[in-house]
């Protein structure tokens, strides 16, 4: 898979950030249709957390990488429930190992990623521009969320 670099990433961030509440709709909208089943899987995670407040980051983040896979040119390869579960017990066990380690090469290795991997730890551990920062909880699960998006896409794409 193609290499999501920082390029991608503002190009997308300039997209999602400059877009009304209904722009938002329509691009979550068009993304959602693509990927149904990843949208599902995503936002099953503020369900699984008990975390109402992590619904709209999710729909916030998932519009934002996806739109970053698009200026990037790459073609993602619809994500099915199969997909999801066959991917899940490794994600799982490599997850589990970078949080014994906090071993950050591994997950770049895994999702080959890197930009997109330090750009969720600098959302999930800096202050907005408005100085509102996310709780611990709900970055932690933000991250893991995001980086199942991503490794998901990096197992189904080429």
């Known amino acids: 898979m193609k ?11 300039e997209i999602v950030d400059n877009i009304d509440d209904d722009g938002l ?22 369900v699984e957390y008990e975390n109402p407040d992590l619904e709209g980051l999710l729909i916030y983040y998932f519009c934002l990488l996806m739109e970053a896979y698009t200026h990037a040119e790459c073609t993602l390869n619809k994500v099915e429930i199969s997909d999801i579960e066959s991917f899940e017990q490794e994600f ?18 895994y999702t080959g ?12 551990s800096t202050p907005d521009e408005d100085g509102t920062t996310l709780d611990d909880e709900t970055g932690v699960q933000l991250f893991i969320s995001m980086m199942a998006l991503i490794s998901v896409i990096a197992k189904t794409s080429n």
């Not at 329509?26 to 149904?36: D, F």
């Open 92 to 109: 799982l066990s490599i997850l589990e190992t970078y949080f014994e380690d906090d071993n950050l090469d591994l997950l770049e290795e």
């Open 3 to 13: 290499q999501i670099t920082f390029t991608s990433i503002d190009a997308a961030i």
């Open 113 to 124: 990623q890197a930009d997109l991997i330090h750009f969720m730890l600098v959302e999930i």
């Open 25 to 46: 709709g329509v691009l979550c909208e068009k993304h959602a249709t693509a990927q149904p089943e990843l949208i599902d899987y995503i936002l099953s995670a503020a």
